[in-house]
């Protein structure tokens, strides 16, 4: 079965960087899209990014976009998310996700991951 752990969280001041990993174990997905969601306290986790896990492609929501870059580096079975320009409204817990291999590489929505990782906490001081 797939694991996924997430790594990289911390506190960090406004304007600043961090660099979250989820790092898979088990069985990878040669034909699946890896996915970023976050959630706020008193808030719906919500879709932060997803890149396809055999090549290139990738969609950003648009309050990160511009600001956030995910990567991959697939002999590691490692995702990346780089966060430039930090800002308080980027704190949540952070989570990596895996969909099930398809074609169908545009997921947004939480139920189309049936895979999580225990998530990373991310917290912005102004």
């Known amino acids: 079965q797939v694991q996924l752990v997430e790594s990289g969280g911390g506190l960090v001041q406004a304007g600043g960087s961090l660099r979250l990993s989820c790092a898979a174990s088990?069985?990878?997905?040669?034909?699946?899209?890896m996915g970023w969601f976050r959630q706020a306290p008193g808030k719906e986790r919500e879709f932060v990014a997803v890149?396809?896990?055999?090549?290139?492609?990738?969609v950003y929501a648009d309050s990160v976009k511009g600001r956030f870059t995910a990567s991959r580096d697939n002999a590691k079975n490692t995702v990346y998310l780089q966060m430039n320009s930090l800002k308080p409204e980027d704190t949540a817990v952070y989570y990596c996700?895996?969909?099930?291999?398809?074609?169908?590489?545009?997921?947004?929505?939480?139920?189309?991951?049936?895979?999580w990782g225990q998530g990373t906490q991310v917290t912005v001081s102004s």
């Open positions: 890149i396809n896990w055999s090549g290139g492609s990738i």
């Open positions: 088990g069985r990878t997905f040669s034909r699946s899209a």
């Open positions: 996700a895996a969909s099930s291999p398809d074609s169908y590489f545009y997921k947004l929505r939480t139920d189309q991951y049936p895979y």
